[in-house]
């Protein structure tokens, strides 16, 4: 079943901030991606960071801080997903 259309909206609006933190900003490294992303029938938020110089451990920090500093807005912009997603708007079919 495809992602309701709130919830691709949700997602991507994670997009250019995370790129733009990750990459830009903090200068981490080579990839910096935050997308939706089905894979072998699983569905969720990808969050993909690469650096030449931070380890796993590290860069799992990063981006553990990044998603807690999106606070309040983040948490408005998923329940207007979910309320778009049960009430069933913006599903394809």
């Known amino acids: 079943m495809p992602l309701p ?3 691709r909206t949700a997602a991507a609006a994670l997009h250019a901030p995370f790129f733009q ?4 900003d903090q ?4 990839v910096a991606q935050c997308q939706w992303h089905a894979c072998a029938g699983y569905e969720g938020l990808l969050a993909l960071l690469q650096s030449p ?3 796993p ?3 799992l ?16 912009v998923m329940s207007q997903a979910w309320v ?3 009430s ?5 079919r």
């Open 5 to 7: 259309s709130s919830q």
């Open 21 to 24: 933190h990750m990459r830009v």
């Open 27 to 30: 200068n981490i490294g080579y």
């Open 53 to 55: 110089h931070l380890t």
């Open 57 to 59: 451990d590290a860069l």
């Open 61 to 76: 920090r990063e981006t553990a801080a990044f998603f807690e500093r999106q606070g309040e807005a983040w948490r408005d």
């Open 84 to 86: 778009g997603s049960v």
């Open 88 to 92: 069933g708007e913006g599903a394809e």
